[in-house]
T-cell receptor, first 112, second 114 residues
Framework: SAVISQKPSRDICQRGTSLTIQCQVD?????MFWYRQQPGQSLTLIAT?????????ESGFVIDKFPISRPNLTFSTLTVSNMSPEDSSIYLC?????????FGPGTRLTVL | AQSVTQPDIHITVSEGASLELRCNYS??????LFWYVQSPGQGLQLLLK??????LVQGIKGFEAEFKRSQSSFNLRKPSVHWSDAAEYFC????????????FGTGTRLTVIP
């Protein structure tokens, strides 16, 4: 199974600033996903990021707020822009491989 | 539209007791079904999955789940719970081929008492 790392593991940010989260995979994968898990809530898919194409965003999420890069088959970034306290969440990346998804450890973001 | 319901927000069981976590799904075609566990401060770990075939699937850590199409259910079971099983458990349904676009239930928090 794929091994996924995320940076940073946690951060505390001021409102109005932006944070870029990195996701690194130990093998080449086509499909990568970004999820948000708000406090005490389940996971919600933000977008699907396939290498070589624009990310596909789910309803309620827009590129201006959550720009995503996917420069190669092992790496992706998610930026949370112009943050507000409502963006305080755990952000997880995952990869699709062998008909299942493998998840990274998550990035815990607190916005003051 | 796809949806997953986990009716139990929080369950408390004694160590050594049996466990069943409920999951009901709504999906138009044959679903791909998953159970994940999330320990405090950790990412999600896949416990087991169902795609087709035998409706009783075995997973890691002694867990099993049974797919019942007539009840649209995929309940997770364990015959004897260990203290280390305390965690958040998520049921998910995948659409399309494999694990594209996973839809998660709201989760069930399991507390294990000695």
């Amino acid at each position: 199974s794929a091994v996924i790392s995320q940076k940073p593991s946690r951060d505390i940010c001021q409102r109005g600033t932006s944070l870029t989260i990195q996701c690194q995979v130990d093998s080449q994968v086509t499909m990568m996903f970004w999820y948000r898990q708000q406090p005490g809530q389940s996971l919600t898919l933000i977008a699907t990021a396939n290498q070589g194409s624009e990310a596909t965003y789910e309803s309620g999420f827009v590129i201006d707020k959550f720009p995503i890069s996917r420069p190669n088959l092992t790496f992706s970034t998610l930026t949370v822009s112009n943050m507000s306290p409502e963006d305080s969440s755990i952000y997880l990346c995952s990869v699709g491989q062998y008909n299942e998804q493998f998840f990274g450890p998550g990035t815990r973001l607190t916005v003051l | 539209a796809q949806s997953v319901t986990q009716p139990d927000i929080h369950i408390t069981v004694s160590e050594g007791a049996s466990l069943e976590l409920r999951c009901n799904y709504s999906y138009g075609a044959t679903p791909y079904l998953f159970w994940y566990v999330q320990s405090p401060g950790q990412g999600l770990q896949l416990l087991l999955k169902y795609f087709s075939g035998d409706t009783l699937v075995q997973g890691i850590k002694g867990f099993e789940a049974e797919f019942k199409r007539s009840q649209s259910s995929f309940n997770l079971r364990k015959p004897s719970v260990h203290w280390s099983d305390a965690a958040e458990y998520f049921c998910a349904v995948g659409e399309g081929t494999g694990a594209n676009n996973l839809f998660f239930g709201t989760g069930t928090r399991l507390t294990v008492i000695p």
